[in-house]
């Protein structure tokens, strides 16, 4: 059992930056693959971003590349999530994700799907304004 607990998040303006992280708990990540996924009011869960942990194999969604930028740090069993030039439409509360066997990262086509993951955080919000 893995326990995800997000924080970070909160209201910041248009062109304004983020820093969410995802502090997990209960066993080794060695093996796994985590992920942001993200969900806008009255939107499905979407894909953001995912990265393998032993190789640091990443993969982004489009809307957010060049953006954002995911990274862990092995020592704290921590993943972030660096944010910057927000937009409004990055407004969602954001969760975290955990596939333990690591395949998530293989390719794009299988990180996008939240099926692949086994444990997910309870979110945090992301406000930005225009």
């Known amino acids: 059992q893995v326990q995800l607990v997000e924080s970070g998040g909160g209201l910041v303006q248009a062109g304004d930056s983020l820093r969410l992280s995802c502090a997990a708990s209960?066993?080794?990540?060695?093996?796994?693959?985590m992920g942001w996924f993200r969900q806008a009011p009255g939107k499905e869960r979407e894909f953001v971003a995912v990265i393998r942990w032993t190789d640091g194999t990443r993969w982004y969604a489009d809307s957010v590349k060049g953006r954002f930028t995911i990274s862990r740090d092995s020592a704290k069993n921590t993943m972030y999530l660096q944010m910057n030039s927000l937009k409004p439409e990055d407004t969602a509360v954001y969760y975290c994700?955990?596939?333990?066997?690591?395949?998530?990262?293989?390719?794009?086509?299988?990180?996008?799907?939240?099926?692949?993951?086994?444990?997910w955080g309870q979110g945090t919000q992301v406000t930005v304004s225009s």
């Open positions: 994700a955990a596939d333990s066997s690591g395949r998530a990262a293989d390719s794009s086509g299988r990180a996008v799907v939240a099926g692949r993951y086994d444990y």
């Open positions: 209960g066993r080794s990540l060695s093996s796994y693959a």
